[in-house]
């Protein structure tokens, strides 16, 4: 199959292309981006494949330039973010081509934009996946796996630690300050609010090594996705962490005094506070060089309350990388298709599509919780 | 006047930064594990 990769120069897409070169389903990979040299030094990693790899220039926020590179491929990918400005022009290329498109959206509004695409993708008759990385994406599956074990889901809570050490892409950089700086969508007694973002501070534990993170209410994805699904739950919110603590109480600065809110604000600021940066990396308590997700899902089942955490703790860039892949070898051998759009969650069966993460060397952790 | 201004920003700045260290140190004391992760088989995943 042949597949086009649009973002292939960043940390994940590297990580994706090299996935994708190690299938055996992959005939042919063309690497597309704005960065040139970056593109063709990931098309040289992949030289000595059995992959066909070659290079191509395309503004992503362009949907006729998409679409005239997706045309002939059996899937296209995505992983140029941020995602606000590009999730849904690259979708709307795929869907102008006739291409299955699978996404990392994990911006909230890119993600809204992407799922008003619905109609247009069915009128098409082609599959659009948006938020198929670890949060979006894992994050919801492990919601879906939880919710198994239950009969009615109440609250959801989804929390992401992020290391500096583990993440050290300028596109992360803006979509962290970004989520950071939106106000807060979240359910609460049944009811969507709107909450002040990077408030309400919590520690949150998450699988080793990573430990405790102070984390913070975000604007993500997957209130708006989840919603969909569990209509009735009572509680519903994302919340986001950095391990390094002084750099987070930097971040939660930056984003209060607007920083986020415009990505070329958010670049500006990143550009200045690079010369910070390796001071920031030192000051302790370190990260764990690794970056986690938590889901927490409560409810009851026949009267007894239930309570089920999942977690994962990995490198930032396979955790985005290993679930978008197989998504795309799903897509693109046709093993799924399902006109619309759609978030993982709803078009995979989760407990299938978890197992070949499983396969891909991810380790799905379940919290014991200790007895007092 | 402006060696007062500055004097006193200076004392701001360093009063802020005092409060921060004591913030880092302070949350560096971090509570017990809530429990302990388990490894979930690839058989418990399945439907």
Redesign the interface.
């Known amino acids: 199959m042949k597949a086009l990769l649009l973002g292939g120069s960043g940390v994940v897409g590297q990580r994706v292309s090299e996935g994708l070169a190690a299938r055996a389903e992959v005939t042919e990979l063309v690497i597309a981006g704005r960065n040139r040299s970056g593109i063709e030094r990931t098309v040289e990693r992949l030289a000595n494949k059995a992959v066909v790899a070659t290079a191509a220039s395309v503004d992503v926020t362009d949907p006729n330039e998409v679409a005239a590179h997706a045309t002939g491929a059996d899937v296209a990918i995505s992983c140029a973010g941020p995602f606000l400005a590009r999730d849904a022009s690259a979708a709307q290329g795929a869907i102008k081509a006739g291409v299955p498109y699978v996404s990392l959206g994990d911006d909230l509004t890119g993600t809204r934009n992407v799922l008003q695409l619905n109609e247009s993708a069915r009128a098409a008759d082609v599959t659009i996946v948006t938020g198929c990385g670890f949060s979006p994406g894992i994050t919801g599956l492990l919601v879906a796996?939880a919710a198994?074990e239950t009969q009615v889901v109440e609250d959801v809570e989804i929390s992401i630690g992020a290391s500096l050490l583990d993440s050290k892409g300028r596109a992360t950089a803006v979509h962290f300050l970004t989520a950071l700086a939106q106000p807060a969508g979240m359910v609460f007694d049944h009811r969507f609010v709107q909450e002040p973002p990077a408030s309400a501070p919590r520690?949150v534990?998450f699988?080793?090594p990573i430990?405790?993170v102070?984390t913070f209410r975000c604007g993500h994805p997957e209130v708006t996705s989840l919603l969909e699904t569990y209509p009735q739950v009572r509680s519903l919110q994302s919340r986001i962490g950095l391990e390094e603590?002084?750099a987070m109480?930097l971040a939660r600065v930056a984003a209060g005094a607007g920083v986020g809110r415009s990505e070329r604000l958010t670049r500006a600021m990143l550009r200045l506070g690079r010369p910070v940066r390796p001071v920031l990396d030192r000051?302790?308590?370190k990260g764990a060089r690794c970056t986690g997700v938590r889901v927490d899902v409560h409810g009851h089942e026949e009267g007894r309350a239930t309570s089920v955490s999942?977690?994962i703790a990995d490198r930032f860039a396979l955790l985005a990388a290993v679930p978008v892949v197989q998504a795309a070898i799903e897509l693109g051998t046709r093993h799924v298709t399902k006109a619309g759009v759609h978030t993982p969650d709803r078009l995979f069966?989760?407990?299938?599509f978890?197992?070949s993460l499983?396969?891909a060397g991810l380790?799905?952790?379940?919290?014991?919780?200790?007895r007092v | 006047m402006l060696t007062r201004a500055l004097r006193a920003v200076s004392t701001l700045l360093l009063g802020a930064l005092l409060v921060?260290a004591a913030?880092?140190l302070f949350?560096?004391k971090?509570?017990?594990?809530?429990?302990?992760?388990?490894?979930?088989a690839?058989a418990e995943?399945?439907?």
């Not at chain 1, 069966?349 to 299938?352: A, K, N, Q, S, V």
């Open positions: 796996l198994r520690l534990f699988p080793a430990g405790w102070e603590r002084a109480d000051v302790p308590p999942f977690g069966e989760p407990g299938g978890l197992r499983v396969d380790r799905i952790m379940r919290l014991e919780p200790t | 921060w913030r880092l949350h560096s971090l509570p017990e594990p809530e429990g302990e992760w388990r490894e979930v690839r995943l399945a439907g």
